[in-house]
């Protein structure tokens, strides 16, 4: 398995942070000092939730790809399941608690879902679902990711598949669609007045104002700037701060003038290797403010950072589980990583070595060199193997 964990989702107690492995299937606590094993759910694999909600002494956690709606008691150690029907690619991409409801709004789900913490009815609400949704969509991608706005008892979410931002109220369920600019978006976040919201893919950052319907686009990204997807976004002290999923840098938009400029002390971070203990290949596969502190975990870098931008401190550290537990423990390893290393090794070699001397291969080295530490250490695990023959015949 991977040396380190890392979370798509997570709950911070007064005591632990509780998460949900990334890319497996196990419940960990972490007290500051140790990450300790729980237990295992009853289903595997990447990304199985996006969020934990306690509520008394239960952890219920929010299905992504999980084909169900976990229950952990924390008294009693018992972890209950309870099917909601998955029919797609995935579920829901965020929850938010509202009373005795969690409402988990969807991934590819067909309507946001209603759970009752005390007795578990699940009710699912799809009239947001309408023409007016149909007119704005773009594609069959994701109807939300994991950002959105509240004020109050309403909640305002940019649509991926649709130029379109939902308006929904918590207290009566009403809802309403906004015909937002023309392409569909990753992250949204308000300075008061004005929603600011990130491209899904490529194109323009794009504010909007709700009371007057003004909407205007941003295009001026900084140097070497690379689309790609965000993870989320919020608004302080006169900025936006978005961060990347596939996109290479973290944008930090002037909403006095429009001004986009890379963050650059998250570089290292945005620009580090897919490696083999890598939990995705991703910059930050997570992201959320609490009051002055925002948390993320990192894909590439397997990291939990802590920003405080009034002050511009990082800290970082990594979640390492005990000699003990990983005996206990496994995740599978990443094939697509695997496929993708082994490739570089290959592709990179017979170009280089064929049309260069010895700078090239040094420059061979220099790029790749990681990567061929590691696959001579999987081999040296292996018994009765020649590892010469077992490389060379990996890059022939």
């Known amino acids: ?33 140790k990450v300790e094993h729980i237990l295992d759910f009853e289903e595997e694999g990447n990304k199985l939730f996006t969020g934990i909600l306690k509520y008394r002494e239960k952890l219920i956690f929010t299905p992504l790809v999980s084909k169900k709606i976990y229950i952990y008691d924390v008294a009693s150690g018992e972890l209950k399941g309870i099917p909601y029907g998955l029919t797609g690619m995935s579920g829901f991409s965020v929850s938010v608690p509202y009373g005795q409801y969690l409402y ?20 699912t609400m799809d009239s947001w679902i309408n023409g007016q949704l149909e007119n704005c969509r773009i594609s069959e991608d994701a109807y939300f990711r994991g950002d959105y706005v509240r004020d109050g008892d309403t909640l305002y979410f940019s649509l991926c598949n649709a130029h379109a931002v939902l308006e929904f109220h918590l207290d009566n369920g009403q809802s309403a669609i906004h015909n937002v600019g023309e392409k569909g978006y990753s992250t949204i976040a308000s300075d008061g007045q004005r929603f600011w919201m990130a491209p899904r893919r490529s194109g323009a950052i794009v504010s909007w104002d709700p009371v007057t319907d003004e909407r205007a686009e941003y295009q001026g990204y900084p140097e070497g700037y690379q689309h790609g997807g965000f993870v989320g976004s919020f608004y302080e002290n006169g900025y936006v701060w978005m961060f990347p999923e596939t996109a290479n840098q973290v944008l930090k938009v002037d909403t006095e003038t429009g001004r986009i400029e890379e963050d650059k002390s998250f570089s290292d971070i945005c620009h580090h290797k897919w490696l083999g203990d890598s939990l995705w290949n991703a910059a930050f596969v997570y992201m959320k403010k609490d009051g002055g502190r925002v948390l993320l975990c990192t894909g590439r870098s397997s990291e939990i950072v802590a920003f405080y931008p009034a002050i511009n401190e990082i800290k970082s550290f990594r979640l390492e589980l005990s000699d003990e537990d990983s005996l206990h423990y496994q995740e599978a390893p990443d094939e697509r990583y695997v496929l993708f290393r082994n ?21 061979y080295i220099a790029e790749c060199g990681e990567y061929i530490e590691e696959y001579i250490a999987e081999k040296r695990d292996m018994r009765d193997l020649d590892i010469g023959r077992a490389i060379y015949k990996s890059i022939i």
């Open 1 to 33: 398995m991977n040396a380190y964990l890392g979370f798509q989702c997570c709950l911070e107690t007064s005591h632990a942070l509780w998460f949900s492995s990334f890319r497996g299937k196990g419940l960990f606590r972490y007290d500051g000092k």
């Open 104 to 123: 988990m709004f969807p991934s590819y789900y067909p309507g946001i879902l209603r759970l009752n913490v005390e007795t578990y009815a699940l009710e």
């Open 343 to 363: 490739k570089k090794i290959r592709k990179t070699f017979s170009n280089e070595s064929d049309r260069y001397g010895i700078t090239g291969y040094a420059e």
